[in-house]
């Protein structure tokens, strides 16, 4: 008990930024949970007369969804910990350790799922709908989401190949869209739910406790396996710079898209919502955390970049701008893709012009931003950093919703992709300056990157 | 203790160098009846040596009565020690010393005679001072 | 525990069709070190992985405290400790979290052994994992095996990355732990001077088998170098008995053998007259010569 314990403390607090986090989080659920409670519906939104004007109702609605976020990426320290306890000789030597893993990982997922279904029940205190039926049927779902959220980071953080990446984009999909449609169809049995819920957690516990059985023959398909889908292949062309910084096959990550937008698509195309109102068609949103997570493949471009300079002759400033083309011309790629997709899928679901429109600019946007931003880590990710990514990517979202928003003006769509353009070309100023001073001392290995990414 | 002087890596087992180190010395009187050993973890650590051939050597000489255990205290040099042991015995540790000095010698290629009288001069040469003082003896 | 700690019985073990290991046999009994030597590749880590239960063996089986290795009950585990040859450590968390995580584990934890340890080892607990060097993440993996005291301990490589001064102080640690005659350590090393100073027993893994299973006093009492001198000349083809090298210089040769058995037997003494100086070896030597 206690080592479960033990390590779901370290989950959430392992790391000073982790702690931060978690202890935001936690005020702002205990803030937003009073809130709900306590205070008046807040009904502005609809066009009721309310105490509270539309900003700040706007405000206390997100403060328990930014808690409930909070919370669980406080936790991020799960997957890594999960991997490194899991694969590692502790597995086999701690007493019991796997058990106690699984019930650590068990015991963080159905914290965070008991929070955030217990808010997400009391968004309906005031409505018609009964607040024990939506928590009934959102902790169940909860408990999958989150647990796949969890296999999500893990599997963008540790991205070491392509392959990987694009599975956990397609992943996004599921934990973001997978459980909205579950919940938000009341005729769906409650029983489906918590079967669901327990053949998930079933596999899961199955994988841990008998994987030494199953070693050897894990052992073996992976064997097959990798040798056919090494990240990056020869046979592609490409220069030896894009051999070096992984750009040199985008067809796998581009091609990859499409599958979670297919999906995607599939399960937005009869989006519906249980509040009286139609929010924003949120498919823009997804396609542009889609463009951001591709962008991030830059982080690791500095640490990469440094063999490159050992082999070739260019200044610092001159391998910047070959790095800068490289990056651009494979994100081109997966872009193109991208907005393609955008203009076919949003004709299908009969998304406004405008919102089309704006849309393929945002998603260019996203792209640029996200490159831009992983060119700037020349040394570890510190607060800066990590700050200004949250800060874009929360600013792409914003964008994004209102882009998506019919009611949104065409002049305010323009003021906001013009910021954001600004804010890009400020990050490559600041990549290129960062590059020509390149100390590739501070630029710690790439699994430090990616752990602390 | 700093007076054994033990080296890992020759290719004398370590045992072997610390058993005969202690047996010299107690039948010298270097080391006299009634003076305590380090215990074996502290001799073990001492050295970075195995403590379980600490253990071994205390038990052979235990056994032949160079060593006397106490209960609930450290090895000590038997007190009966020097008496116990008697000339061909004394004799028989300085064999292998003997053996070396013929060998250097035919690689030298020296007779008996040379030998012996080196050895006469050296004997002399070395009064008991410069012994007292060599052996770090009393 | 009176009996033996690990005990295997006609090991083996085969990855994807080719044999590392065959037909191993030891015994490991409380208070002994065991030094594990062998080539790279010659599967001295399959051999630990094996007495660890971390991987099934392919033939025969290795028990600890009793217990078939590969199902090891919990209760038995708390008396294991082990010292893998990457550190595999998580990087995001502090050096004291990391002990803390572990130590949770255990019934007993030896708080104040592991600060003094910190302490002598210049191993700074508020540290990030990821900031620390090599060596200090190999200081920090050595610690966590010794917290919870184990009866036994199983390292691999343990100091590849240790200056000498952290090397002497990890050898000093784990004397004091074998010291009371209870606990046993086994550790594989390249560093055949530590090994030399540390071992009571050694096993040699060469050619997939054990080639020496035993006590070390025992093996360098069994192979030794002679040097015999003829002065009326050797022939060509001398039979020395279990020779693993012979070399001719001028009137004599140098042979190094196995089993020695104190005398030269066979032809060539009946029928010479020779001198034979027996030279003892260094482990070292030992190592080199069997692989030569």
């Known amino acids: 008990m206690k080592a479960v314990a033990r390590l779901m403390l370290a989950y959430f607090t392992g790391t000073r930024l982790l702690l931060v986090v978690t202890v935001l989080g936690a005020l702002a659920c205990v803030g937003g949970t009073a809130a709900l409670l306590f205070l008046p519906p807040l009904v502005a939104q609809y066009g009721l007369p309310s105490r509270f004007s539309l900003a700040e109702e706007w405000v206390l609605d997100m403060l328990p969804i930014v808690g409930i976020l909070c919370v669980a990426f406080g936790a991020a320290l799960l997957p890594t910990m999960f991997a490194w306890l899991a694969t590692s000789h502790y597995a086999d030597v701690l007493p019991y350790g796997r058990v106690k893993l699984l019930a650590s990982a068990f015991g963080t997922v159905a914290l965070v799922a008991l929070v955030a279904s ?14 024990w039926v939506v928590f009934q049927r959102a902790l169940p779902v909860c408990l999958v989401s989150y647990a796949l959220l969890y296999c999500v980071l893990w599997l963008i953080g540790n991205s070491g190949s392509i392959g990987k990446l694009v599975f956990g984009t397609a992943g996004v999909v599921a934990t973001l869209f997978v459980p909205l449609r579950f919940v938000a169809v009341p005729t769906t049995w409650l029983g489906y739910l918590w079967i669901a819920c327990a053949a998930f957690w079933g596999a899961v516990a199955a994988a841990l406790l008998l994987a030494p059985r199953l070693k050897v023959a894990v052992g073996r398909v992976r064997h097959a396996l990798s040798e056919r889908f090494d990240g990056t292949s020869y046979a592609g062309a490409g220069r030896e710079i894009d051999f070096m910084l992984g750009v040199a096959n985008p067809w796998p990550l581009a091609l990859g898209q499409i599958v979670p937008i297919a999906i995607a698509a599939y399960f937005l195309g009869d989006y519906r919502p249980l509040a009286a109102e139609a929010p924003p068609n949120p498919f823009l949103l997804f396609m542009t955390i889609l463009s951001v997570v591709q962008g991030g493949l830059a982080s690791v471009a500095a640490t990469r970049g440094r063999a490159l300079w050992l082999r070739a002759h260019w200044t610092r400033a001159q391998l910047f701008a070959r790095v800068e083309r ?17 203009v076919a899928v949003g004709t299908y679901l009969e998304l406004p012009t405008q919102t089309l429109a704006f849309g393929l600019v945002l998603l260019l946007l996203g792209t640029a931003l996200s490159t831009y931003l992983g060119l700037m880590v020349t040394a570890s990710i510190g607060w800066t950093e990590a700050a200004l990514a949250l800060a874009t990517m929360v600013a792409l979202m914003v964008a994004a919703v209102y882009t998506a928003a019919p009611a949104t003006t065409p002049a305010t769509l ?20 960062r590059w020509a001073s390149l100390d590739w001392m501070l630029c710690r290995s790439e699994r430090a990157v990616r752990a602390s990414s | 203790m700093d007076v054994f002087i033990l080296k890992p890596h020759s290719g004398v087992p370590i045992y072997r160098q610390l058993s005969e180190q202690i047996r010299r010395m107690a039948a010298s009187g270097q080391l006299p009846a009634g003076t305590e050993l380090p215990s074996i973890r502290d001799l073990a650590l001492e050295h970075a040596i195995n403590p379980m051939t600490v253990s071994k050597v205390y ?40 053996e070396q000095v013929v060998l250097a010698a035919h690689q030298l290629e020296l007779g008996e005679t040379e030998v012996g009288k080196a050895l006469r001069n050296t004997w002399e040469r070395m009064d008991e001072r410069s012994v007292r003082r060599r052996t770090g003896a009393r | 525990m009176s009996g033996p700690y690990a005990v295997a019985r006609g090991l083996g073990k085969s990855f994807y069709g080719k044999t590392v290991l065959e037909d191993v046999s030891f015994a490991v009994e409380p208070g002994d070190i065991v030094g594990v030597l062998g080539k790279n590749g010659a599967g001295k880590t399959t051999l630990l992985e094996l007495m660890l239960g971390f991987t099934p063996p392919s033939a025969g089986g290795v028990e600890l405290f009793g217990h078939a290795s590969y199902r090891l009950p919990g209760t ?7 010292v893998p040859q990457q550190d595999e450590l998580v990087n995001a968390l502090s050096a004291a979290d990391q002990i803390g995580v572990i130590a949770s584990f255990y019934p007993r934890w030896d708080d104040e052994l592991i600060t003094r340890l910190a302490r002598e080892w210049e191993v700074d607990l508020g540290e990030r994992i990821k900031g620390m060097s090599v060596g200090q993440r190999q200081k920090l993996s050595i610690l966590l095996a010794l917290g919870h005291r184990p009866d036994l301990l199983i390292l691999d490589e343990p100091v590849a990355s240790l200056d000498p001064v952290a090397r002497r102080q990890f050898l000093e640690q784990i004397i004091d732990v074998a010291a009371d005659g209870a606990r046993s350590v086994v550790f594989s090393s390249h560093i055949v001077s530590d090994v030399e100073r540390l071992a009571n027993k050694i096993w040699i893994i060469k050619d997939h088998r054990l080639y ?74 030992i190592f080199l010569e069997l692989h030569r």
């Open chain 1, 118 to 131: 217990t808010i997400a029940s009391l968004f309906y205190l005031h409505t018609p709908i009964p607040v």
């Open chain 1, 326 to 342: 490289a990056f651009l011309s494979h994100n081109a790629f997966t872009l193109g893709l991208l907005l393609v997709a955008l």
């Open chain 1, 414 to 433: 323009v003021a906001l992709h013009a910021t954001l353009a600004a804010a890009a070309l400020v990050f490559r100023a600041v990549a290129a300056r």
């Open chain 2, 59 to 98: 038990s052979l000489l235990e056994a032949e009565g160079v060593l006397e255990r106490n209960r609930g205290k450290p090895m000590t040099i038997a007190r009966v020690a020097r008496a116990q042991s008697p000339p061909a015995k004394r004799m028989q540790q300085l064999e292998p010393h003997l």
């Open chain 3, 76 to 82: 038995a585990k708390a008396r294991l400790g082990f």
């Open chain 3, 212 to 285: 020496w299973q035993g006590d070390f006093d025992a093996l360098k009492d069994s192979i030794v170098r002679l040097h015999i001198r003829a002065p009326r000349g050797l022939p060509d083809e001398l039979a020395i008995p279990n020779a693993l090298s012979v070399q001719h210089n001028g009137s004599g040769a140098t042979a190094v053998v196995r089993d020695w058995s104190g005398e030269l037997n066979g032809d060539a003494a009946a029928s010479l007259r020779v001198d034979v100086e027996v030279e003892r070896l260094t482990l070292e030597d």
